[in-house]
């Protein structure tokens, strides 16, 4: 059923992070997505979970496209296997989590999906990898799970931070219910 109360919140952008770590996890099966419908108007819609919208003077992206971005922006080009016991993070303690190395950038990228209302300290141990001694953190996140963006103000964006690394298995505070993407050299 349509109606103007179906918006993209947190919890919507949130569960579609959890759900594209599988895509992703599968990209040997999965080849294409995408994502439906992507524009609307503010005086003149059909569907209200659009990634964007506009009216004639501003427009806003919703929490929804921030992940769409995130996950399109960080793709690489080879998937790589990221276990917890030996089994693929699938929502074990409400972590959901994919890793990729991209042969352009030379980088690996991980991303990890919070569902938790609380925050998880994550080790990485990376088995077979070399990594360099500076970390990128792409957090997204909201105060509530019923955030939304709007035309008055975006609360939900990605915030970057570069750390310094140490050789060997690191940790990495996730805050709850957030999408946070490392990227290392």
Same mark, same amino acid.
């Given at each position: $059923?349509?109606?103007?109360?179906?918006?993209?919140?947190? #919890?919507?952008?949130? *569960?579609?992070? &959890?759900?594209?770590? @599988?895509?992703?996890?599968?990209?040997? $099966? +999965?080849?294409?997505?995408?994502?439906?419908?992507?524009?609307?108007? &503010? /005086?003149?819609?059909?569907?209200?979970? /659009?990634?964007?919208?506009?009216?004639?003077?501003? *427009?806003?992206?919703?929490? !929804?496209?921030? +992940?769409?971005?995130?996950?399109?922006?960080?793709?690489?080009?080879? $998937?790589?296997?990221?276990?917890?016991?030996?089994?693929?993070?699938?929502?074990? /303690?409400?972590?959901?989590?994919?890793?990729?190395?991209?042969?352009?950038?030379?980088?690996?990228?991980?991303?990890?999906?919070?569902?938790?209302?609380?925050?998880?300290? +994550?080790?990485?141990?990376?088995?077979?990898?070399? #990594?360099?001694?500076?970390?990128?953190?792409?957090?997204?996140?909201?105060?509530?799970?019923?955030?939304? !963006?709007?035309?008055?103000?975006?609360?939900?964006?990605?915030?970057?931070?570069?750390?310094?690394?140490?050789? @060997?298995?690191?940790?990495?505070?996730?805050?709850?219910?957030?999408?946070?993407? #490392?990227? $290392? !050299?």
């Amino acid at each position: $059923v349509v109606k103007p109360d179906n918006k993209n919140n947190w #919890l919507t952008a949130l *569960s579609e992070a &959890a759900f594209m770590t @599988g895509l992703e996890r599968n990209a040997d $099966v +999965v080849t294409m997505t995408s994502y439906a419908p992507l524009f609307a108007h &503010a /005086d003149g819609w059909q569907w209200t979970p /659009d990634l964007i919208w506009f009216n004639n003077l501003k *427009s806003y992206a919703t929490p !929804n496209y921030y +992940v769409q971005k995130l996950f399109s922006n960080n793709k690489g080009t080879e $998937v790589l296997k990221i276990t917890d016991h030996g089994k693929p993070v699938t929502g074990q /303690d409400q972590l959901y989590a994919t890793a990729v190395k991209d042969a352009a950038t030379k980088e690996t990228i991980i991303k990890i999906v919070n569902t938790d209302a609380g925050s998880k300290s +994550v080790t990485i141990n990376p088995a077979n990898l070399k #990594l360099g001694n500076t970390l990128t953190k792409i957090t997204l996140t909201a105060p509530q799970l019923s955030t939304e !963006n709007s035309f008055e103000n975006e609360p939900i964006q990605p915030k970057e931070e570069t750390v310094s690394l140490k050789k @060997g298995k690191m940790t990495v505070e996730i805050p709850s219910q957030s999408l946070v993407i #490392l990227k $290392v !050299n």
